[in-house]
C-alpha cells in the first residue's frame, strides 16, 4: 500500500529539486549544512504530507492522531530524545509504523523538526 499520492509526490520531487539546487552554489560546491531552521520548515512540509495520518504534527496538537500513536510535541520530549534517535527509529521503525525508506537529508529534516518541538524543561 502507498501512503503517498500522486500530488504528493509531484509536490515532494518540487521540494527535493528545489533544496538540491539550493545546495549548489555558484561555483558548483555544494554548501555544508542547511540551518536547522531550514531543515525544520522542510521537515514541517514533509511532515503534513506523509505523518498526519497517524500523528499529530503540529506544535498546537491541532488535528487528529490514531489511538496509542504518540504526537510529535510528545516524541521530542521523550527523555533522552536527540534528532539521531528520532533518525535511528526512522530507519528502523517498530510496528504498526510502517517502514518508509526514507532518504538520509528527508530523516534528518524531519528529525529536525520534531526535535524543534522539544520544550527546554521537559514538559
Known amino acids: 500500500m502507498c501512503l ?13 529539486a528545489a533544496l538540491s539546487g539550493a545546495l549548489w552554489s555558484s561555483d558548483g560546491l555544494a554548501e555544508a549544512e542547511l540551518s536547522k531552521a531550514a531543515r525544520a520548515d522542510l521537515g514541517l512540509e514533509i ?9 499529530v504534527v503540529e506544535p498546537e496538537g491541532a488535528g487528529f492522531a490514531q ?17 539521531q534517535n528520532v533518525e535511528n527509529f526512522m530507519q528502523n521503525p517498530h510496528p504498526p509504523m510502517p517502514k518508509l525508506n526514507l532518504s538520509r537529508e528527508v530523516m534528518r529534516n524531519l528529525a529536525t523538526y520534531i526535535m524543534s518541538l522539544k520544550q527546554e524543561n521537559g514538559n
Do not use: K
Open 4 to 16: 503517498i499520492s500522486t500530488g504528493h509526490r509531484f509536490v515532494i520531487a518540487m521540494v527535493l
Open 47 to 55: 511532515a503534513q504530507m506523509w505523518c498526519r495520518q497517524c500523528h
Open 67 to 83: 489511538s496509542d500513536v504518540p504526537t510529535f510535541h510528545e516524541i521530542a520530549n521523550f527523555s533522552e530524545q536527540s534528532i
